[in-house]
C-alpha cells in the first residue's frame, strides 16, 4: 500500500488549469500537515503550496500565488491542488509529501521540514507539462 499517490497531470496549454489529486491511504490526514513540491529537469526541488493539518492555514510560493488553490478533504482523506492561468514555467514533476502536525509550527516551517528531509512520505510525483 502506497501512503501517498498523486493524480491529475498532464500537458496542458499556457492559460490552462489542471488539478492534481494526493490521496493518502494507510493513514489519516488528520493529523498531518501536507505540501505540494515541484522539480523541473535540472533545477532543485521547491515547494509550491502548504496546507496545514486542522485550521486549514495555507502557504503559496510567491510564483503560485493568485493561480493556485490547495484544499484538503478530510473525510476522503485527499489533498488537492487547483492550478489555473498555467504558464510553462510551471512544467516540472509535482509531489505531495506529508509531516506530522506539531504545535506552534507554521505552514512555512512545515514545508522548510519536508523540504529538508523531514516528511514522514513523499508521493511518486505526477508530470505537469505545460506547452502550446
Known amino acids: 500500500q502506497v501512503p501517498l499517490v498523486e493524480s491529475g497531470g498532464g500537458l496542458v496549454q499556457p492559460g490552462g488549469s489542471l488539478r492534481l489529486s494526493c490521496a493518502a491511504s494507510g493513514f489519516t490526514l488528520d493529523y498531518y500537515a501536507i505540501g505540494w513540491f515541484r522539480q523541473a529537469p535540472g533545477k532543485e526541488r521547491e515547494g509550491v503550496s502548504c496546507?496545514?493539518?486542522?485550521?486549514?492555514?495555507?502557504f503559496y510560493a510567491d510564483s503560485v500565488k493568485g493561480r493556485f488553490t490547495i484544499s484538503r478533504d478530510n473525510a476522503n482523506n485527499t489533498v488537492y491542488l487547483q492550478m489555473n492561468s498555467l504558464k510553462p514555467e510551471d512544467t516540472a514533476v509535482y509531489y505531495c509529501?506529508?509531516?506530522?502536525?506539531?504545535?506552534?509550527?507554521?505552514?512555512?516551517?512545515?514545508?522548510?521540514?519536508?523540504?529538508?528531509?523531514?516528511?514522514?512520505?513523499w508521493g511518486q510525483g505526477t508530470q505537469v507539462t505545460v506547452s502550446s
Open positions: 509529501a506529508t509531516t506530522k502536525k506539531v504545535r506552534g509550527l507554521t505552514t512555512v516551517q512545515y514545508m522548510r521540514i519536508m523540504l529538508k528531509g523531514g516528511a514522514a512520505y
Open positions: 496546507i496545514s493539518s486542522r485550521d486549514g492555514t495555507t
